[in-house]
């Protein structure tokens, strides 16, 4: 049999080895799972064995997983697909499934057996990178308009060449990919040359130089050059990009002044794009205009009956028109000189080039050529190099140079700063339940937001995903707290988009220079740091980095490791709490509340544990415990005769995202045996945020009769419309309004419970702990109460007691 697989061929080892194998008998049922298997599905042999597909994929049964079977086996003996399957995390995961049948001696099939290979990451891949892919094809075309463009590895052999390389080169991109520039080395230039250029970008920095190539054809040709590394995570370049202009007219230019000079000048430079002109001084050292030639020279104010510099002044800017005049006398004086001049939104590249009689300056030489397409382009580069493409905000890159540079003007004046680590809350809500284009434009406003909290000497950069840094110059502590509080309110504020208030929350890190480091690395681990413990503290808070954080953040992660183990070791019990009918006194309900008897530190509070299950993913396996004990209880103690009671279990955001949620809760019903009717579960608000899909749970699980209830009613943000539009039984009034029940408070439980009795909904009040509160709940005829008014979260044998005599306990109430 292909069951017993580790007494057959080496060929059926090798599958073993290689895929996830699995192999269902003639009903569908799983009979055997290998290694992978288990470790892609994160379900042990034991839980998938005598299951069905289902439990990872919820669109099969055993019964249509067999008649699909048959039917495509009819036509073909293999069946391949892709399959999306869910592991038991509820992570998705997808796989390349082949499946055939084996048959006995009547041919008739005895089982399936299926070879799967991982493709997770080839569909992750895609879908991730479609829309970065979207924004590099725009950058691309923006390049190809304007520039020759080139690609090469850390080696310097072509990856990449666009149209217009092609063309200047006259080779095909065929040709040029997969050599080096040596192809198009004109010989011109030293090796030291490239020498200096490749020590320059081989250290991470920007290079520009003209650079001389020869084409095809053996003509030669100039480019202007700017050449960008771009890094990986250690900072170290794996590929260049290089983009050029052509100059070769500038060039030509140039060499056809020197022969102008021998021949008719005024002939040979008067049809050349770019200016020439020459200018010498008069007896009190003003310079006149002796030649003024090209075709571009008008556009700038040089005409025939220009004379002297000084009539250029209205033409430029003031500082522009000092450089100028600095630059002209320069040149007088001997110097070769070279510089850039703006005129309007155009750029100039200027050219002096001295003329000597007798060791005397006589006269000097210049062009102007236009660059301002040129330097559009760099200026394009140097953005995509140093600024975040969706904010617009400093990278990563800019934002530790200018740290740097924090740091060496800091030691130098013997002052400090602060670096701002921030993280977005519930930021991947919003993409999930949103869309990515709405998280963008979240991000967008964000990084505004925070702009609009600093000064103009302080740097905010986004350093990817919904992490944003702020490095403050220096200020005391009291102005630092400020700004931090500013930021919280700014963020906290709704985002409104296409008619949805959209909510998120900051956290924030703080870290001094030099208190806690004198260098970046240090600075922003410890910011980082200090920011997940502003979570931990919840959110919407800020922290500054304390070696206390270390030592909170080493006993988290053993923490972290213990509750795995606990797991594992039943460490766990359930505590039940009362729910009173307020007309009655009697008990109409438990709420279940977990409980974490750890074996050396004794009863570890929820408040400690229940957000790191969330945050690790124990919170899945944790929240089935805590259903399924739950259920079995009371099943146990109604056979045993006690008061029908409604028991009420809390559903954490985590499992009710899983597409086995209702599945699980149908199925651990029937397990237990416990009358669905009996089962109440709590969801948040924050879970009907996307409301079409909490519609649609809710509506199985109404349909099989489960209570549900809003938890901590009146904590969110979430719009009451959606009470009317869910199918929900209780609304439940967070303890914060009852404990602090003052004449605002008041008014608010007023008015839930009055919402509530409109929409048919039962209200249940939690943390009742005096007479007052409860008389004020029943005068405003609130159906159901709990807190320690009545009792505190009792253990199962106590809670048994409880029940046995509770029409006594409670008839004084």
């Given at each position: 049999m292909?069951?017993?697989?580790?007494?057959?061929?080496?060929?059926a080892?090798?599958l073993?080895e290689?895929?996830c194998l699995?192999i269902?008998?003639?009903?569908?049922?799983i009979?055997?799972?290998n290694?992978?298997?288990c470790?892609?599905?994160?379900?042990?042999e034991?839980?998938?064995i005598?299951?069905h597909?289902?439990?990872l994929?919820?669109?099969?049964t055993?019964k249509?997983?067999?008649?699909?079977?048959?039917?495509?086996?009819?036509?073909?003996r293999?069946w391949?697909?892709?399959?999306?399957?869910f592991a038991k995390?509820?992570s998705?995961?997808?796989?390349?499934?082949?499946?055939?049948?084996t048959?006995?001696?009547?041919?008739t099939?005895?089982?399936?057996?299926?070879?799967?290979?991982?493709i997770?990451?080839?569909?992750?891949?895609?879908?991730?990178?479609?829309?970065t892919?979207e924004?590099?094809?725009n950058i691309?075309?923006?390049l190809?308009?304007?520039?020759?463009v080139?690609i090469?590895?850390?080696r310097g052999i072509i990856t990449?060449?666009n149209?217009?390389?092609?063309?200047?080169?006259?080779?095909?991109?065929?040709?040029?990919?997969g050599q080096t520039?040596?192809?198009?080395?004109s010989?011109?230039?030293?090796?030291?040359?490239f020498?200096?250029?490749?020590?320059?970008i081989g250290?991470?920095?920007?290079w520009q130089?003209d650079?001389?190539n020869r084409?095809?054809d053996g003509?030669?040709?100039?480019?202007n050059t700017?050449?960008?590394?771009?890094?990986?995570k250690k900072g170290k370049?794996?590929?260049?990009?290089a983009?050029?202009?052509?100059i070769t007219?500038?060039?030509?230019?140039?060499?056809?002044?020197?022969i102008?000079?021998?021949?008719?000048?005024r002939q040979?430079?008067?049809n050349l794009?770019?200016?020439?002109f020459?200018?010498t001084?008069?007896d009190?050292g003003?310079f006149?205009?002796?030649?003024i030639?090209?075709?571009?020279?008008e556009?700038?104010?040089l005409?025939d009956?220009l004379?002297?510099?000084?009539?250029?002044?209205?033409?430029?800017?003031k500082d522009?028109?000092?450089?100028?005049?600095r630059?002209?006398?320069?040149?007088?004086l001997?110097?070769?000189?070279?510089?850039?001049?703006?005129h309007s939104?155009?750029t100039?590249l200027l050219?002096?080039s001295?003329?000597?009689d007798n060791g005397?300056v006589v006269?000097?030489?210049?062009?102007a050529?236009?660059i301002t397409?040129?330097k559009e382009a760099?200026?394009?580069?140097?953005?995509?190099a140093?600024y975040?493409?969706?904010?617009?905000?400093?990278n990563?890159?800019?934002?530790q140079?200018k740290?740097?540079?924090?740091?060496e003007?800091?030691?130098?004046n013997?002052e400090?700063?602060?670096?701002l680590?921030?993280?977005?809350?519930?930021?991947?809500n919003v993409?999930?339940?949103?869309?990515?284009?709405?998280g963008?434009?979240?991000?967008k406003?964000?990084?505004?937001?925070?702009?609009?909290?600093?000064?103009?000497?302080?740097?905010v950069?986004?350093?990817g995903?919904?992490?944003f840094?702020?490095?403050?110059?220096?200020?005391?502590?009291?102005?630092?707290e400020a700004i931090?509080?500013?930021i919280?309110e700014?963020?906290?504020?709704?985002?409104h988009f296409?008619?949805?208030?959209v909510?998120?929350?900051p956290?924030?890190?703080?870290?001094?220079f030099?208190?806690?480091?004198?260098?970046y690395?240090t600075?922003?681990?410890?910011?980082d740091?200090?920011?997940?413990l502003a979570?931990?503290?919840?959110?919407?808070?800020?922290?500054?980095?304390?070696?206390?954080i270390?030592?909170?953040l080493v006993?988290?992660k053993?923490?972290?490791?213990e509750?795995r183990q606990?797991?594992l070791?039943n460490?766990f019990?359930?505590?039940?709490?009362p729910?009173?009918?307020?007309?009655?006194g009697?008990?109409?309900?438990?709420?279940?509340?977990i409980r974490w008897?750890?074996?050396?530190?004794?009863m570890?509070?929820?408040?400690q544990?229940i957000?790191?299950?969330e945050?690790s993913?124990?919170?899945?396996?944790?929240?089935?415990?805590v259903?399924?004990?739950?259920c079995?209880?009371?099943?146990?103690?109604?056979?045993?005769g006690l008061?029908?009671?409604?028991i009420s279990?809390?559903?954490?955001?985590?499992?009710f995202?899983?597409t086995?949620?209702?599945?699980?809760?149908?199925e651990?019903?029937?397990?237990s045996g416990?009358?669905?009717?009996h089962?109440?579960?709590?969801?948040?608000?924050?879970?009907t945020?996307?409301t079409?899909?909490?519609?649609s749970?809710?509506?199985q699980l109404r349909e099989i009769?489960?209570?549900v209830?809003i938890d901590?009613?009146?904590t969110g943000?979430?719009s009451l419309?959606?009470l009317?539009k869910l199918?929900?039984?209780h609304?439940k009034?967070?303890?914060a309004?009852?404990?602090?029940l003052?004449?605002?408070?008041?008014?608010?439980v007023k008015?839930i419970i009055?919402?509530?009795?409109?929409?048919?909904?039962n209200?249940?009040?939690?943390?009742?702990?005096?007479?007052?509160q409860?008389?004020f709940?029943q005068?405003?005829h609130c159906?159901e109460?709990?807190g320690y008014?009545?009792?505190?979260p009792?253990?199962?044998?106590?809670t048994?007691?409880?029940?046995?005599?509770?029409?006594?306990l409670?008839s004084?109430?």
């Amino acid at each position: 049999m292909l069951t017993d697989l580790k007494n057959i061929s080496p060929i059926a080892a090798l599958l073993e080895e290689n895929f996830c194998l699995s192999i269902t008998d003639c009903n569908g049922i799983i009979t055997y799972v290998n290694q992978p298997f288990c470790e892609l599905s994160q379900y042990s042999e034991e839980e998938l064995i005598g299951q069905h597909y289902g439990m990872l994929n919820p669109e099969y049964t055993a019964k249509s997983f067999v008649e699909e079977m048959q039917q495509e086996l009819a036509e073909d003996r293999v069946w391949q697909q892709q399959i999306k399957s869910f592991a038991k995390d509820g992570s998705p995961y997808w796989v390349q499934a082949t499946i055939f049948p084996t048959y006995d001696e009547d041919g008739t099939i005895t089982q399936y057996v299926s070879l799967d290979i991982d493709i997770t990451s080839k569909i992750q891949t895609t879908q991730k990178y479609e829309k970065t892919l979207e924004t590099l094809r725009n950058i691309e075309n923006a390049l190809d308009q304007s520039s020759v463009v080139a690609i090469t590895n850390q080696r310097g052999i072509i990856t990449y060449v666009n149209d217009k390389f092609c063309e200047l080169s006259q080779y095909s991109a065929e040709e040029l990919i997969g050599q080096t520039h040596q192809i198009v080395n004109s010989g011109f230039h030293p090796k030291s040359f490239f020498k200096n250029m490749w020590k320059t970008i081989g250290n991470g920095g920007i290079w520009q130089g003209d650079i001389k190539n020869r084409a095809k054809d053996g003509s030669d040709y100039w480019v202007n050059t700017t050449i960008v590394p771009f890094l990986n995570k250690k900072g170290k370049p794996f590929q260049y990009i290089a983009i050029r202009t052509d100059i070769t007219d500038r060039i030509d230019a140039e060499k056809s002044l020197e022969i102008a000079l021998k021949n008719d000048f005024r002939q040979t430079v008067k049809n050349l794009q770019n200016i020439i002109f020459t200018y010498t001084t008069d007896d009190d050292g003003n310079f006149m205009f002796t030649l003024i030639e090209g075709k571009t020279a008008e556009k700038i104010g040089l005409t025939d009956d220009l004379v002297t510099l000084n009539q250029l002044q209205h033409a430029f800017e003031k500082d522009e028109f000092k450089k100028l005049e600095r630059h002209f006398r320069r040149s007088m004086l001997g110097e070769e000189v070279q510089f850039e001049l703006k005129h309007s939104s155009d750029t100039y590249l200027l050219y002096l080039s001295p003329i000597f009689d007798n060791g005397t300056v006589v006269e000097v030489v210049g062009t102007a050529t236009d660059i301002t397409q040129r330097k559009e382009a760099e200026e394009l580069v140097k953005h995509m190099a140093y600024y975040d493409y969706l904010t617009g905000l400093p990278n990563r890159r800019l934002f530790q140079m200018k740290t740097n540079e924090a740091i060496e003007q800091a030691q130098k004046n013997d002052e400090s700063f602060a670096l701002l680590f921030i993280d977005l809350d519930r930021f991947k809500n919003v993409n999930d339940t949103m869309g990515h284009a709405v998280g963008d434009e979240l991000l967008k406003v964000v990084g505004q937001r925070l702009k609009d909290c600093i000064q103009e000497e302080d740097i905010v950069a986004r350093l990817g995903g919904d992490e944003f840094v702020i490095l403050l110059a220096s200020k005391p502590i009291a102005e630092i707290e400020a700004i931090a509080t500013c930021i919280l309110e700014e963020i906290s504020r709704s985002f409104h988009f296409k008619n949805l208030d959209v909510f998120v929350t900051p956290s924030i890190g703080i870290s001094i220079f030099p208190d806690d480091g004198q260098d970046y690395d240090t600075l922003m681990t410890k910011a980082d740091t200090a920011m997940y413990l502003a979570k931990e503290n919840g959110n919407r808070t800020f922290q500054f980095f304390t070696q206390e954080i270390n030592h909170s953040l080493v006993e988290k992660k053993t923490l972290e490791t213990e509750l795995r183990q606990a797991l594992l070791s039943n460490q766990f019990m359930l505590h039940y709490q009362p729910q009173i009918d307020m007309a009655t006194g009697h008990i109409t309900g438990l709420e279940a509340l977990i409980r974490w008897v750890h074996p050396t530190k004794g009863m570890i509070s929820p408040a400690q544990f229940i957000p790191l299950a969330e945050e690790s993913g124990l919170i899945i396996p944790l929240g089935q415990w805590v259903l399924e004990t739950a259920c079995v209880q009371v099943k146990k103690w109604l056979d045993e005769g006690l008061p029908p009671i409604q028991i009420s279990v809390n559903v954490s955001p985590y499992q009710f995202k899983q597409t086995a949620f209702v599945t699980m809760v149908t199925e651990t019903l029937a397990q237990s045996g416990l009358p669905a009717h009996h089962l109440n579960l709590e969801i948040t608000e924050s879970m009907t945020f996307d409301t079409q899909h909490c519609q649609s749970i809710l509506q199985q699980l109404r349909e099989i009769g489960i209570n549900v209830s809003i938890d901590d009613f009146g904590t969110g943000y979430s719009s009451l419309s959606y009470l009317s539009k869910l199918p929900l039984t209780h609304v439940k009034i967070d303890g914060a309004f009852i404990q602090g029940l003052d004449k605002r408070n008041g008014a608010i439980v007023k008015t839930i419970i009055t919402l509530a009795k409109n929409l048919d909904l039962n209200v249940i009040a939690e943390g009742v702990e005096t007479e007052e509160q409860a008389r004020f709940l029943q005068s405003l005829h609130c159906d159901e109460a709990q807190g320690y008014l009545y009792s505190k979260p009792l253990n199962p044998e106590q809670t048994e007691e409880l029940l046995q005599q509770a029409n006594k306990l409670f008839s004084r109430i």
